[in-house]
């Protein structure tokens, strides 16, 4: 991948150094533009209520239901569909990374850190290299959560695939999970 860049390497004397890493990490990353969508998505609803109060019902009932359940099934589908991408929320905690879409947290996608092989910083990561907003998986590319365009973290599965997802400061999330999986060394505690 030409968008993964490596992380910048810090030395002992370093601020992160000093600290130790913590327990548990937890990022989000929103797309207000997607609220617009979802407008959009309320309008068809409310179109479909419109046409029904506002008809006389004596111009055909089954254009006049067609025409209801359209807007309903537009607007639902609008509406649900931007709602569960609108964020995304990203935490690692204990040997998980777990990651959870929209204001419900589905979809939902628990990867346990045993299964990760490596995980990389990626500065640039847009719709437009998974085709679009939301859940994607792509054969060359594996599977992403993308809500918007910028950084993101690139995990390395174990069977080869790889998981992207937008998140802001994925650097502190790639620090953590790379912590996570070097192998403990004799008389460092686990």
């Known amino acids: 991948m030409s968008t993964l860049l490596p992380m910048r390497e ?13 327990l548990r990490w937890s990022g989000r990353a929103t ?20 046409l029904i109060v506002q008809s006389t019902w004596d111009s055909g009932v089954a254009a006049l239901l067609i025409s209801v359940i359209g807007c309903f099934a537009a607007g639902l589908l609008i509406l649900f569909g931007t709602l569960a991408f609108v964020h995304v929320a990203v935490q690692i905690e204990d040997d998980v990374l777990e990651v959870r879409c929209g204001h419900m ?9 045993a299964q990760v092989v490596d995980a990389d910083f990626a500065p640039r990561v847009t719709p437009r290299q998974w085709g679009g907003w939301g859940y994607r998986w792509r054969p060359e590319q594996g599977t992403a959560v993308v ?9 390395r599965l174990g069977d080869g695939m790889m998981f992207t997802v937008t998140v802001d400061d994925a650097e502190a999330a790639v620090r953590i999970i790379r912590d996570r999986l070097r192998p403990v060394a004799p008389g460092r505690p686990a």
């Open 147 to 155: 809500v918007r365009r910028g950084e993101g973290l690139v995990l």
């Open 31 to 50: 797309n207000r533009a997607q609220w617009l969508l979802a407008a959009i998505g309320a309008a068809c609803i409310g179109l479909g209520v419109e």
């Open 10 to 22: 810090h030395s002992r004397h370093d601020r992160h150094a000093a600290h130790p890493l913590p």
């Open 105 to 113: 947290g589905l979809p939902r996608r628990r990867i346990p850190l």
